[in-house]
């Protein structure tokens, strides 16, 4: 069985900061894993995706995150924080040997401070 | 624009109501979702679909059914509804492999009472 793990529901950082925010997954076999970002009041977007090219993963709007197999990790980062990151951030794994099923963390909500 | 589109944007239902979400994607992808989105809880699949014709149950099926006839539309059907269905409601959708992974519709947000 896979599952995610979301460390931390809430990260609040100063407008210009790093950005980490953590992901752990569980997968029986090599995984695909997602990082989705969700605006207040719209659907999810693809932030960024790994699978099994390289391991670190750059996305759009500045953030990447790298694939650590030793650690099951798949932290999401940004060098420098701005106030239109603030959102809902879903980390995501899935196996495709359970017909294409992806399973959700719980979320983390970014908030910037000015 | 290709994507997928969910109606309605928002609803208000009486408990008991039946309702059917609607989904429809114009992307061709093979695989489409249904997940209900509470606060704490991220989001848990509902009902899937791999191919048009199929469909399976996800992590909290009860009290909701889906049919997939063709391959653009996957509508979800609150048979009874109660309360503890009031949510935000998300399709979904991917191609066979979905390495891609989902492209997702804006929501539906359902409210019982």
């Known amino acids: 069985a896979q599952s995610v793990t979301q460390l931390g529901s809430h990260v609040s950082v100063s407008e210009g900061a790093l950005v980490l925010l953590r992901c752990n997954y569980s997968s029986s076999v090599p995984p695909y894993l997602f990082w989705y970002v969700q605006y207040p009041n719209q659907g999810l977007q693809l932030l960024l995706k790994y699978t099994s090219a390289a391991t670190l993963v750059k996305g759009i709007n500045g953030f990447e995150a790298e694939f650590k197999k030793s650690e099951t990790s798949f932290h999401l980062t940004k060098p420098s924080a701005h106030m239109s990151d603030a959102a809902e951030y879903f980390c995501a794994v899935s196996d495709w040997s359970s017909a294409s099923k992806i399973i959700f963390g719980s979320g983390t909500r970014l908030s910037i401070r000015p | 624009i290709a994507g997928i589109t969910q109606a309605p944007t928002s609803q208000i239902l009486a408990a008991g109501r039946r309702m059917t979400l609607r989904c429809t994607q114009d992307?061709?992808?093979?695989?489409m979702y249904w997940y209900r989105q509470d606060l704490g809880l991220g989001l848990r699949l509902i009902h899937y679909s791999n191919t048009a014709g199929t469909t399976g149950k996800g992590e909290v099926p009860d009290g909701y059914s889906v049919s997939r006839a063709n391959t653009d539309d996957f509508p979800l059907t609150l048979a009874s509804a109660v309360p503890s269905q009031t949510s935000v409601y998300f399709c979904?959708?991917?191609?066979?492999?979905?390495?891609?992974?989902?492209?997702f519709g804006s929501g539906t947000r359902l409210t019982v009472v």
């Open positions: 992307m061709r992808h093979n695989a």
């Open positions: 979904a959708s991917s191609d066979s492999k979905g390495s891609r992974g989902y492209t």
